[in-house]
Nanobody, 119 residues
Framework: QVQLVESGGGLVQPGGSLRLSCAASGSTRELNAIGWHRQPPGKQRELVAAIITGGTTNYADSVKGRFTISRDNAKNTVYLQMNSLKPEDTAVYYC?????????????WGQGIQVTVSS
């Protein structure tokens, strides 16, 4: 099993920045992809950014140029640097990892962390 723990959320003013962290532990040796999703109030969960094996990154169009996803393999941690935040970025942000375990691809989620962008 894999445990994912997010940190770094909170309240920030429009135009501000936050950095989210997701620390992974457990059976993390064979990572397929890891990234961030978010669920705004009253809306469905959506992909924000992800890193796929090999280093390819994907971003939602709404965050391109403002958000950056990165990994520290030594710390088993993935980060989401969020700049130029907008009120519409307000959401619960979830870390999501896909790992090869026991010959199969398994999906794990963190508990979620609140990000609120408001003046």
């Amino acid at each position: 099993q894999v445990q994912l723990v997010e940190s770094g959320g909170g309240l920030v003013q429009p135009g501000g920045s936050l950095r989210l962290s997701c620390a992974a532990s457990g059976s993390t040796r064979e990572l397929n992809a890891i990234g961030w999703h978010r669920q705004p109030p009253g809306k469905q969960r959506e992909l924000v950014a992800a890193i796929i094996t090999g280093g390819t990154t994907n971003y939602a169009d709404s965050v391109k140029g403002r958000f950056t996803i990165s990994r520290d393999n030594a710390k088993n941690t993935v980060y989401l640097q969020m700049n130029s935040l907008k009120p519409e970025d307000t959401a619960v942000y979830y870390c999501n990892g896909e790992y090869w375990i026991g010959g199969g691809l398994k999906d794990f989620w963190g508990q979620g962390i609140q990000v609120t962008v408001s003046s």
